[in-house]
């Protein structure tokens, strides 16, 4: 028995597995029941891959906020560095393409949802793309902590960098899990046996050395409060909650 | 050891009704450990497939109103879309969709403070045992990610009810369709998956049934061998109890059946086993007790068989006087008939010494006279003149002419007429003969007879004595008695041969003296006729001288055949004497008078002397100094 391992994006191992091609499709992303209405459809999740924004070197910017950041991908309200007390530089945003699971992850919890702009730079992969920020000036894009590289500067989000401490904390939400999506899986056989090795000390061990964060590590406080309600929407959007939130409704 | 005392004292009947009792109650306690084992197993299975039931349905909810949010939303765009938009259905929507989230984030938030397995360490450890630890881990990531996507949904539906409440369709058509049906489905999704869990919890619970299954097989093989054990060795223990004190018991009767009456059964404890344990002992005491009784008597008649074989080795040796020791014991009637028969013989040996002396008188009588008729005839002959010696006999001639005979007054009767002297000694000799056929007839037959018959009684007597002590020796065993017994009868048939010798020489004795008497019968007879002719011929010699002569010769062999016929009667006498000289000597050992009782020292050197007869022989003596003179 070996295992045959293939890319391709986020969307492509949820297609495969689902079209009984592979045994096991891994994904960052949920699979809309809509889309993949198989009930036997199973969802694991063996870790916790961080996202992080990055800047090309000649960015001395350490901090965006979470607005700043939409005005820069969707509004196109900041175009120039000096715009956020930084150089006089362009900014040119660079974003993954549609069938990125990071992409999908950058809109959902990045974004809130919103479309970026069209006409930006696009590169197909992660390793592709910390080229492209490293050798272009006033770049900015995001990738998973994975393959982050010394060429570029990591960017924390509302004052909050992609540590442990601030996932577990809530306060840093640009991350996903890791999914493995599988079909009809008894106990016991040998996709069941693997799946389970995925969850072993020495695997999660070694997906630490990646910088991904093993599944047992993310320990959220206490799991009622880390759900507050409206916590998250005041974060995400403390302007809206002022402009659209009032008592009588 | 108390402890066990304590189980001796009890009856056996008690003892194995508590074994009994006590294996019954290890049997229960294993039926009931395996059985709550399994009842808390299958109740713990229980409540966990309960608690999977209630999620399930709970969670199932959960998607329905996840799904219902979509659509509610969905339709709340349709009536804002409408031209004139209604407010009231519009608020009719917000309340809904708030209505549907707060009932959601109730569910979840119920299933997160509720439905978690760190929550349930029952339901933890079920888990652990079917190996399925990291369930545990994965439901936790999972409901934290239900939570994030329902977080991020919630905050983008707010979002459109924000727009919505304020009239920005646009923005709010905008939000619901980039932000907040992609979330929806997120969230569904993730609820899935939570869902899905539902259903490995529940084959981990089978897995687990399984294992625990095979432990209660294990544990169940594990008590049940604890239970059979500890059965074993209650049954053990209480046969332990008995079984080794009845085989010590049992080797006791065997000792004591093989003659060893000093072992005793050990007493232990009150139960039926102590009580058969102290009955054997007492029945050993008794047999002990009446051993000793019997070793006693038999020592005792065994002294009593001494007595009496000391008294038979007395009477024996010729002393009759002994009177046995009577007793009413076997012994003592042995004794008794011993003495009987003593004294019977006693009688006998006395009538014989009677008849013995008589005989020795007739003889002494007898021997007498025909000596002095010897030496009548010899002088007779010795008158006659020596020319006509042509018949006389060897004998005469050798006769010598002793001194005593010729004083004889017969003799001297005879020597004046021939005549006269023949019949004096025709006389002499008629009477004589009369007397030794009166003799013979009367007293010596029937004395002889008699004494026959007293030995014949005697020899009877014996065999009946010695048929009761062949009895007697039969029916008692022992070695003693049994020596003494056989002594006894040696002695008696040594003196039943004595016996019989003695009547043999008595009837020799009478067959000889009857022979003689007839022969001395015949002579005399013929010396009758002798003298009765001699007239006659003496008439005719008268005439002349050569007749007379002839007379005279015819006379001389008369003289000389009467002669010859005294000497055979004298002869006869002697014999006579003799057998009663030796007949006395047969009965002189015996003491007959009296019968004082002796001692024990003087018994056993009676019986000792025994072997030599006294030899008493003055009257053979006196004999044979009479007879040499011939």
């Given amino acids: 028995m070996h295992i045959d391992v293939s890319g391709g994006g986020s969307l492509t191992g949820l297609n495969d597995v689902t079209s009984h091609k592979v045994d096991i499709g891994n994904s960052d992303i949920y699979a809309d029941p809509a889309t993949y209405p198989d009930p036997d459809l199973t969802d694991h999740l063996v870790c916790i891959i961080p996202f992080t924004m990055i800047v090309s070197s000649d960015v001395p910017i350490a901090n965006l906020t979470q607005e700043q950041i939409i005005d820069i991908f969707t509004t196109g309200k900041y175009t120039n560095w000096s715009q956020l007390q930084g150089p006089d530089l362009r900014i040119v945003p660079i974003v993954r393409p549609a069938t990125s699971g990071t992409r999908a992850t950058f809109r959902r919890y990045v974004l809130g949802g919103r479309d970026e702009r069209s006409n930006l730079v696009t590169i197909s992969s992660s390793q592709d793309l910390v080229k492209a920020v490293a050798n272009t000036p006033g770049a900015i894009g995001y990738l998973a902590v994975s393959v982050l590289d010394p060429q570029v500067h990591p960017i924390s989000i509302d004052g909050y960098a992609a540590t442990l401490s601030n996932i577990a904390s809530g306060h840093y939400s640009f991350w996903s899990y890791e999914h493995m999506y599988t079909l009809n899986v008894t106990s016991g056989s040998l996709v069941d046996r693997f799946l389970n090795f995925m969850l072993t000390p020495q695997v999660q061990q070694q997906a630490t050395l990646l910088h991904y964060i093993p599944i047992a590590d993310l320990k959220f406080a206490q799991v009622s409060a880390y759900f507050p309600g409206a916590t998250l929407s005041v974060l995400l959007y403390p302007e809206k909650r002022k402009r659209y939130f009032y008592e009588s409704f | 050891?108390?402890?066990?005392?304590?189980?001796?004292?009890?009856?056996?009947?008690?003892?194995?009704?508590?074994?009994?009792?006590?294996?019954?109650?290890?049997?229960?306690?294993?039926?009931?450990?395996?059985?709550?084992?399994?009842?808390?197993?299958?109740?713990?299975?229980?409540?966990?497939?309960?608690?999977?039931?209630?999620?399930?349905?709970?969670?199932?909810?959960?998607?329905?109103?996840?799904?219902?949010?979509?659509?509610?939303?969905?339709?709340?765009?349709?009536?804002?879309?409408?031209?004139?938009?209604?407010?009231?259905?519009?608020?009719?929507?917000?309340?809904?969709?708030?209505?549907?989230?707060?009932?959601?984030?109730?569910?979840?938030?119920?299933?997160?403070?509720?439905?978690?397995?760190?929550?349930?360490?029952?339901?933890?450890?079920?888990?652990?045992?079917?190996?399925?630890?990291n369930l545990a881990v994965q439901q936790r990531t999972l409901i934290s990610s239900a939570q994030r996507t329902w977080q991020v949904y919630q905050t983008a539906q707010q979002e459109f009810v924000g727009y919505i409440s304020a009239f920005d369709f646009r923005d709010a058509q905008t939000t619901f369709q980039q932000q907040g049906q992609p979330t929806n489905s997120d969230a569904l999704s993730a609820l899935q998956a939570l869902i899905q869990l539902n259903d490995r919890l529940a084959s981990a619970v089978d897995d687990a049934s399984n294992?625990?299954?095979?432990?209660?097989?294990?544990?169940?093989?594990?008590?049940?061998?604890?239970?059979?054990?500890?059965?074993?060795?209650?049954?053990?223990?209480?046969?332990?109890?008995?079984?080794?004190?009845?085989?010590?018991?049992?080797?006791?009767?065997?000792?004591?059946?093989?003659?060893?009456?000093?072992?005793?059964?050990?007493?232990?404890?009150?139960?039926?086993?102590?009580?058969?344990?102290?009955?054997?002992?007492?029945?050993?005491?008794?047999?002990?007790?009446?051993?000793?009784?019997?070793?006693?008597?038999?020592?005792?008649?065994?002294?009593?068989?001494?007595?009496?074989?000391?008294?038979?080795?007395?009477?024996?040796?010729?002393?009759?006087?002994?009177?046995?020791?009577?007793?009413?014991?076997?012994?003592?009637?042995?004794?008794?008939?011993?003495?009987?028969?003593?004294?019977?013989?006693?009688?006998?040996?006395?009538?014989?010494?009677?008849?013995?002396?008589?005989?020795?008188?007739?003889?002494?009588?007898?021997?007498?006279?025909?000596?002095?008729?010897?030496?009548?005839?010899?002088?007779?002959?010795?008158?006659?003149?020596?020319?006509?010696?042509?018949?006389?006999?060897?004998?005469?001639?050798?006769?010598?002419?002793?001194?005593?005979?010729?004083?004889?007054?017969?003799?001297?009767?005879?020597?004046?007429?021939?005549?006269?002297?023949?019949?004096?000694?025709?006389?002499?000799?008629?009477?004589?003969?009369?007397?030794?056929?009166?003799?013979?007839?009367?007293?010596?037959?029937?004395?002889?007879?008699?004494?026959r018959e007293t030995v014949e009684k005697a020899s009877r007597s014996i065999g009946r004595l010695s048929e009761l002590i062949s009895t007697r020796a039969s029916a008692s065993t022992g070695g003693v008695t049994e020596r003494m017994t056989q002594a006894q009868l040696q002695e008696l048939a040594t003196m039943e041969q004595l016996l019989h010798k003695l009547a043999w020489e008595v009837r020799q004795t009478q067959f000889n003296v009857a022979s003689d008497f007839t022969k001395l019968d015949a002579a005399l007879v013929g010396l009758t006729r002798a003298a009765g002719e001699r007239p006659e011929a003496g008439r005719p010699s008268d005439a002349s001288e050569g007749a007379l002569l002839a007379a005279e010769m015819q006379y001389q062999e008369v003289l000389r055949q009467a002669g010859s016929f005294a000497v055979e009667v004298n002869a006869l006498a002697k014999r006579l004497a003799a057998i009663i000289q030796e007949m006395r000597s047969g009965i002189i050992a015996f003491r007959l008078e009296g019968a004082a009782p002796l001692s024990e020292q003087e018994k056993r050197e009676r019986s000792s002397a025994f072997a030599e007869p006294p030899t008493e022989r003055s009257f053979a003596a006196s004999s044979g100094n009479l007879f040499s003179t011939w």
């Fill in chain 2, 1 to 133: 050891m108390s402890r066990r005392n304590i189980f001796l004292d009890l009856k056996i009947a008690g003892r194995l009704t508590l074994g009994f009792l006590v294996a019954a109650l290890v049997a229960a306690l294993a039926a009931g450990v395996v059985g709550i084992q399994r009842s808390e197993s299958l109740s713990r299975q229980n409540d966990f497939y309960h608690t999977l039931l209630q999620l399930n349905t709970s969670l199932t909810t959960g998607r329905s109103f996840l799904q219902l949010m979509n659509s509610k939303a969905q339709q709340t765009l349709e009536d804002a879309s409408a031209p004139n938009p209604s407010h009231e259905t519009l608020a009719g929507d917000v309340a809904a969709l708030n209505n549907l989230a707060a009932l959601y984030n109730q569910r979840l938030n119920a299933y997160a403070q509720t439905g978690l397995l760190d929550q349930h360490p029952d339901q933890l450890a079920l888990l652990n045992e079917a190996g399925e630890e």
């Fill in chain 2, 211 to 451: 294992v625990e299954v095979r432990n209660q097989l294990i544990t169940t093989l594990i008590v049940t061998i604890g239970a059979f054990l500890a059965i074993a060795l209650v049954g053990w223990f209480i046969s332990e109890t008995l079984v080794r004190r009845l085989r010590h018991l049992h080797r006791v009767t065997r000792a004591i059946e093989e003659g060893q009456f000093n072992e005793r059964a050990q007493v232990a404890g009150r139960d039926e086993i102590a009580e058969v344990a102290l009955a054997v002992n007492a029945m050993v005491e008794t047999i002990v007790g009446l051993l000793e009784e019997t070793r006693q008597q038999r020592d005792a008649l065994a002294g009593a068989a001494e007595h009496l074989f000391s008294d038979m080795r007395i009477v024996n040796a010729g002393d009759l006087r002994v009177s046995a020791t009577v007793s009413d014991d076997p012994i003592g009637m042995l004794a008794n008939a011993f003495n009987f028969t003593v004294g019977r013989f006693r009688r006998l040996v006395l009538r014989t010494q009677t008849t013995i002396e008589q005989l020795e008188v007739i003889a002494r009588q007898s021997l007498e006279r025909s000596t002095n008729f010897i030496s009548l005839v010899r002088s007779q002959l010795r008158d006659v003149p020596t020319s006509r010696p042509t018949s006389a006999s060897p004998t005469s001639a050798r006769v010598p002419s002793t001194g005593p005979l010729q004083s004889d007054p017969h003799r001297s009767a005879l020597q004046p007429s021939g005549q006269e002297q023949a019949e004096t000694l025709l006389q002499q000799v008629q009477s004589t003969r009369e007397t030794l056929l009166q003799s013979t007839r009367e007293e010596l037959n029937k004395r002889l007879g008699g004494a």
